[in-house]
């Protein structure tokens, strides 16, 4: 039973506690009861964990109002950043675009690479190694044909070399992620389209002045279509690779090759199933994240899917997020954390997806999740070397148009919320593709952001990585059983309320004005652990602070927001 006060929506979340099992299917149960209600008044306290902010750079090209976007950072080991992505001009059209920045976020230098058709260059990952940047991506040429293209940079931005694959029979190409190798070489995972057997994986080797060492297409059997999206040099200087065939139906495929290009292995799963990342663990073990299908009742449906292979190209496990069909699911990408579990982000929903993060055991065991209720889809993670885990992607009130945020979250490795990033823009895409965590002990988010002037901007965000900003607890200091995030918090009508609950408890979440007087109870009763999202609607409210208080058995956490009428 669920009991409102005021005008609020309430989306339920949920941190599941890990389960016993063998590593294979895991069925959750997403939905979190509230029972019964009661609580008294506890002191008031300013506490927030809304994220701090520390800059913000958006670059558009020469056309005020076109798509620019980045899709790839990397915090390079001289203290800046290097962002990957595309920016158009009225004379070139779509250009493979790098940008340089200070971890201040002051610009460094810009760089274009505009292929001789003068449309449809980007520039789609980016990796830093031995003193110089490595950018894949794809170029079109005087032939009208797309090129698989790596060009190398000097930190200072100054063109080294441009590499692209040219053959005879390839008729398109992409470079899809690129890795700088123990051994001072560069590698290559991407797409290419021959004209024989369709599109084929393609792995490609060059030294660091730009030379090409070896080439490795796989064509699966039939000549269907093969896509390599991801790689990994693995400690024991192998080259391991993942994407997916499509012959008769799709099935991820992974490939293990020397560093010299002989192909050592291949896996194929025996389930129609995706992929788009591998990671070599600190284990010397593989971790491949995608995603299953089902068809069931004339639909297609998918599961988070998370297999782990031996070095040897054996499989050790496979883990889903669910067994039951209609809880469906993808995963997009994931990361070894250095506490040695698994974490997996994607989304979780059929017709409306959400945000979604999950961490797994290196035995394939289920530790926690988290939904999250506004619509949405997590695009990218990282593990800090704080030992916190950040997420980016996108979220929105509405999954039918209109305003969506550009967002990132973090949790603790044990799967407690931190914070809360929300960035609005104009329109709908505004997203985060990729997040970097800096040595500095910062975060770094690209992605793209709307302006209703200069359209889909080129954006990289800078951010505080313990988004605290003021805190107080009313009872018990070492208690965690509590955390309160508003977003945003200065409000003109709605706003989503999170609050992150531990343990099993009794609370209240109330609003207050500035002198202490209550406006009204938002929602109270009897929490299971979990995250619970209120949408609550503001609008009855006159400019001025007010305070929101969730209180809890053994604490209290407050939260300021600004109303702006």
Known sequence: MVKFLGKTKLFLTNKNLAKGGDGLARE????????LYIISFALLTTFGFTQTERWVYRYYGTNSYHNDEAYSICYGADGNLYVAGVAYNDSTGDDFTVISLTNSGTERWIYKYNGLANYGDR???????SGNIYIGGTSYGSDTIRHLTVISLTLNGNERWVYQFNSPTTIDGCANSVTYGA??????????????????????????????????????PGNGSDYGYSIAYGADNNIYVTGYRTYYSEAIVAICLTNLGSERWV????????????????DSDLYIFGRTYYYVGGSVFSHGLLISLFNSGNERWRYETSSHPYEPSYFETGVDGADGNLYAVGAYGW????FLIESVSDSGIFRWNYIDTTWGYATSIIYGNDGNIYAGGLTSDTWQGGESYFTVISFTHAGDLCWFYRKPGWWNLNIAHSVAYGPDGNIYAAGTTTDSITGNDFTVIGLSSTGIQEYNTAQDSGSKGLNLNVQPSIINTNAQIYCNISYNQTIRLSLYDIVGRKIETIAQGVFEPGVYTFNHDFSHLSSGIYFLILEGEKETKTEKVLMVR
Do not use: H
Request: aromatic letters at 16%; proline letters at 3%; hydrophobic letters at 35%.
């Open 28 to 35: 959750t149960n997403y939905q979190k009861p509230l029972l």
């Open 123 to 129: 520039a789609f990952t980016v990796d830093y190694g």
């Open 183 to 220: 051994d001072g070489n560069i590698y290559i995972v991407g797409v290419i389209r021959k004209i024989n057997t369709g599109y084929d994986i393609i792995v490609i080797s060059l030294t660091e002045s730009g030379i090409e060492r070896w080439v490795y297409t796989y064509t699966s």
């Open 267 to 282: 896996y194929q799963c025996d389930r129609w199933s995706t992929a788009k990342k591998i990671v070599y663990g600190l």
């Open 351 to 354: 017709d409306i997806p959400f």
